[in-house]
């Protein structure tokens, strides 16, 4: 099956290896860069915080940047949305790292059940946050009282391949499917000028998204061919191919 990924790197590299481990042809479109923000992570670990929270594993990666973290940051509590998030603050050194189920607002919910007493607004949670990024967890905080310092630490950038670019990754042959992990990839995938002078080109193709929203980035003569993970993990993701 040829499967279009759409995701940044490194995450599309590690997608494509695991494509081909399971017989598939992967198509490598990235659609986005991430920009770490150094200045923002050393200002941001200045202050006091009783613990630290991650939606994003690109944000760990952000943190790996400076040349020395301080120790005491990886003493204290870690919340990470999900497993795969989880994972890279344990790689990172985070010695105390609380995972998540992939969804922002209940990690809200966690933290405030666990950390509520020793969050103040001189000692707040510190939040490792991308651009753009949804807004529920911080939704969820602000509805629970839990004050929070949101250190931008990375903002993705929108990649444009050219016509030919994105033909010559494409092919001739048809794609039998399309990975979304964001509302974003989904808009810019459209947006692009091959698509949208040949909407032939993904005619036939499945759109396998990570959540539900991203269904509503998708133009309504495809969604029909959409397909929703059951929960919001990559393992889920690709069980439908």
């Not at 010695?95 to 992939?102: E, K, L, T």
């Not at 990570?210 to 993990?233: D, G, M, Y």
Request: proline letters at 8%; hydrophobic letters at 45%; one cysteine or more.
């Amino acid at each position: 099956m040829r499967v279009l990924v759409t995701r940044p790197e490194p995450a599309a590299s590690r997608t494509a290896a695991e494509l081909r481990r399971r017989g598939h042809e992967p198509l490598l479109l990235p659609l986005a860069v991430a920009e770490h923000d150094r200045a923002a992570i050393a200002a941001s670990l200045l202050h006091d915080h009783p613990a630290v929270a991650f939606t994003s594993a690109e944000a760990l990666r952000a943190l790996l940047t400076l040349p020395h973290l301080p120790p005491a940051l990886l003493d204290i509590p870690c919340f990470a949305v999900g497993e795969s998030t989880a994972n890279a603050a344990w790689n990172v050194g985070f010695r105390i790292v609380i995972a998540g189920d992939n969804d922002g607002t209940t990690l809200a919910r966690m933290i405030a059940d666990r950390m509520a007493a020793a969050l103040r607004p001189d000692r707040p949670l510190l939040y490792f946050a991308g651009k753009p990024r949804a807004s529920g967890f911080e939704t969820e905080l602000a509805a629970r009282h839990i004050p929070v310092e949101i250190c931008e630490c990375y903002r993705m950038r929108a990649l444009a391949p050219s016509p030919s670019e994105t033909e010559r990754i494409i092919g001739e042959e048809s794609v039998d499917a399309v990975l979304l992990y964001s509302s974003e990839s989904g808009r810019r995938l459209f947006d692009l000028p091959l698509l949208k002078s040949d909407a032939a080109t993904l005619s036939s193709t499945r759109f396998l998204c990570l959540s539900e929203k991203i269904v509503a980035a998708v133009p309504e003569p495809f969604r029909s061919r959409c397909q929703v993970a059951p929960v919001p993990t990559e393992a889920s993701l690709l069980s439908l191919l």
